[in-house]
């Protein structure tokens, strides 16, 4: 089944403490980007990537890190979480940018 | 200002009724334009994308964009309960990566 998968879905953690969020497309899509969605902000881009190695900020990348050493795999890294980064975080991937993103099933984050 | 405007509702109808949803945006370099449909507890699910201004027709689900007043809409025809959800529009720049959302429409179909 084609698909996007993102792990863990629910994450509780404590500030500062480093974490990865893993996320893997079985579509060999060439983009793929990260989400975050908040009551009343909607859904905000994080960081995207074009292709391998290729990366690049969205509207809210501080605090975040990616990579993309592998076409399907695209992780979030907080190196040091913080209480506003609680939220609802979408892994996406797409063909292309204009065709539209497959969205995975979220990982509900909670910094204490 | 927000790249793109949506009224969140929440939007109440009937079984069967016509459903109208919309947008507006506000960079013109937009191209591609994007309905997504997102159940409680779920990823967002793409409905229709549609290039440039124009309709598009998928079922009951109907697309249009207005590129000169910079508006979107989705119709839904004959909507079923199974339509309740949070509908989200999204423009992008180009065949680029950078996609823009509206923060989403709550739709209830009531039986």
């Known amino acids: 089944e084609a698909q996007v998968t993102q792990n863990p879905r629910y994450l509780i953690t404590v500030t500062g403490k480093k974490l990865t969020v893993t996320c893997s497309q079985n579509m060999n899509h060439e983009y793929m980007s990260w989400y975050r969605q908040d009551p009343g902000l909607g859904l905000r881009q994080i960081y995207y990537s074009m292709n391998v190695e290729v990366t690049d900020k969205g509207d809210v990348p501080e605090g975040y890190k990616v990579s993309r050493k592998e076409k399907r795999n695209f992780p979030l890294i907080l190196e040091s979480p913080s209480p506003n980064q609680t939220s609802l975080y979408f892994c996406a991937s797409s063909p292309t940018g204009g065709h539209g993103y497959t969205f995975g099933s979220g990982t509900r984050l909670t910094v204490v | 200002q927000k790249e793109v405007e949506q009224d969140p509702g929440p939007l109440s109808v009937p079984e069967g009724a016509i459903v109208s949803l919309n947008c507006t945006y506000s960079n013109s370099a937009f191209q591609y334009f994007m309905w997504y449909r997102q159940y409680s507890r779920k990823g967002p699910e793409l409905l229709m994308y549609t290039y440039s201004s124009g309709n598009k027709e998928d079922g009951r689900f109907t697309a249009q964009v207005d590129k000169s007043s910079k508006y979107i809409s989705l119709f839904i025809r004959d909507s079923q309960p199974s339509d309740s959800a949070t509908y989200l529009c999204?423009?992008?720049?180009?065949?680029?990566?950078?996609?823009?959302f509206g923060t989403g429409t709550s739709l209830t179909v009531i039986p």
């Open positions: 999204a423009g992008c720049i180009g065949t680029g990566n950078q996609f823009y």
